[in-house]
């Protein structure tokens, strides 16, 4: 008698072909990307592009569907983040953004140069009184709290986003509710240095540069 493949096998089979095809499809809506973000998503400085590969599939989407929606990059916003909104607008919908998020997330590179001079014995402390109960230990971010890993992220863009939110040029959105959870948050760090020393401790959780 001729051998029939189990369903549960043919169902394998079948998914496995769906995420090739997936596959397929993010590595060619990340082709646009990588004129600023580069080939492995490891970042830009000089286009204030910052690595991603780091992040999760479910906030790089959360935050492209933020971009597109006017909700972060609107007219408060820098020149940088406007023309990311106009990127992230060029994506049809949110299975296109979550193509381009989980090809992003499989990606690699090691963590860029530390360029922000901070006391990181100093960042450590603010790090664990204001920021670990959201962030986690190890700042390896909390999906249930929709807050980002941060340990790996440029440490120029940690610094360029804590003082974006200090200014309301991103979080002041109305409909943007996590983003002004982190405005408030921002705003309890004293001062500059400050936000130096934070991110110099963070620097210092990312993996070495190579
Ligand atoms: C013209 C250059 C440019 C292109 C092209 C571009 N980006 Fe960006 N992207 C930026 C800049 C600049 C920022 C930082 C914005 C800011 O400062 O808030 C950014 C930020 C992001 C962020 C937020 C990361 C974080 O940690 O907050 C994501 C996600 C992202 N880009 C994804 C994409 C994807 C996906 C594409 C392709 C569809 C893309 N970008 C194309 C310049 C670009
Ligand atoms: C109440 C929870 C909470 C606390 C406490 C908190 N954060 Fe956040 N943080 C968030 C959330 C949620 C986001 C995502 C915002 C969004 O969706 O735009 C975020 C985003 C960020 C980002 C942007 C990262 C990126 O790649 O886009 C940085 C940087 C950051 N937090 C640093 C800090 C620092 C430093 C502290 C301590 C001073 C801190 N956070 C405290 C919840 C928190």
Redesign the pocket.
């Known amino acids: 008698m001729k051998q029939l493949l189990p369903p549960i096998w043919l169902g394998t089979l079948l998914l496995a072909g769906v995420a090739q095809a997936q596959d397929a499809a993010g590595e060619q809506?990340?082709a646009?990307?990588a004129?600023?973000?580069g080939d492995a998503a490891q970042g830009d400085q000089a286009?204030?592009?910052?690595r991603?590969n780091h992040?999760s599939a479910v906030?790089?989407t959360a935050?492209?569907e933020k971009?597109s929606a006017g909700q972060?990059?609107g007219a408060d916003?820098?020149p940088?983040?406007q023309?990311?909104a106009a990127?992230?607008r060029?994506?049809p919908d949110e299975q296109a953004?979550l193509e381009?998020?989980v090809y992003?997330s499989a990606l690699d590179s090691p963590a860029s140069p530390a360029t922000v001079a901070g006391d990181p014995a100093l960042g450590a402390d603010y790090y664990r009184q204001l920021c670990g109960a959201c962030h986690a230990a190890g700042a390896v971010g909390n999906k249930a709290l929709h807050s980002?890993r941060l340990a790996g992220?440029d440490d120029w863009?940690l610094q360029?986003?804590l003082e974006?939110f200090r200014s309301g040029q991103?979080g002041a959105h109305p409909d943007d509710r996590t983003g002004r959870q982190m405005r408030a948050m921002a705003a309890t760090l004293p001062d500059d240095q400050a936000v130096r020393n934070v991110v110099a401790y963070l620097r210092e959780l990312a993996e070495p540069a190579e």
């Open positions: 809506r990340y646009p990307c004129s600023c973000h286009q204030g592009a910052p991603l992040l906030y790089i935050q492209l971009f972060r990059g916003a820098s940088q983040a023309a990311m990127m992230a060029t994506l953004m381009v998020a992003i980002p992220s863009y360029a986003q974006a991103r």
